[in-house]
């Protein structure tokens, strides 16, 4: 009768601890493939390191904007920081966000919509990394995609 006990208890613990996590989004899921290492989906965002400064990644994402079609509502960035903003056919905001990194890389994060999109976080993030140079880093540090392995 106690081990019955416990064993309920520690389902109930479990449900909570999974609801919690689902209704939150911050559920942690890792990225796999060609040109994933260094990049997450974090809660509802995709978050990535690249070898590029912030300014280079403002480039980047405007030129993969209009590559995409997305709508730039607003793009701005300093040797520390970049912010570009942008809109979808469907009038969802698309907002990425860059950080100056370790190794002269930037952290960048994608979020499309209010609760993420995974996948278009991921074609944003693949068209992104099309229209960063050709890093320049130690094979050692980055891939092939020009992500930083952290």
């Not at 208890?9 to 209704?23: A, D, E, F, K």
């Not at 493939?33 to 260094?38: C, D, F, H, N, T």
Request: net charge positive.
């Amino acid at each position: 009768m106690k081990m019955t006990k416990g064993i309920v208890r520690c389902g109930w613990m479990l449900s909570v601890l999974v609801l919690m996590l689902v209704l939150t989004g911050c559920a942690l899921l890792v990225g796999a493939g060609a040109g994933a290492a260094g990049m997450a989906y974090v809660g509802s965002a995709l978050e990535a390191t690249v070898t590029a400064d912030p300014p280079t990644v403002e480039q980047a994402v405007n030129a993969a904007f209009d590559s995409l079609q997305i709508g730039k509502i607003s793009s701005r960035s300093t040797p520390l920081d970049a912010q570009i903003v942008g809109t979808m056919a469907t009038r969802t905001d698309v907002v990425v966000n860059a950080k100056i990194w370790k190794e002269g890389g930037s952290r960048i994060s994608i979020r499309v919509g209010a609760f993420g999109d995974k996948a278009v976080s991921r074609r944003i993030y693949d068209e992104i990394l099309k229209h960063l140079p050709p890093t320049s880093g130690t094979e050692s540090s980055t891939n092939a995609a020009g992500a930083v392995k952290s």
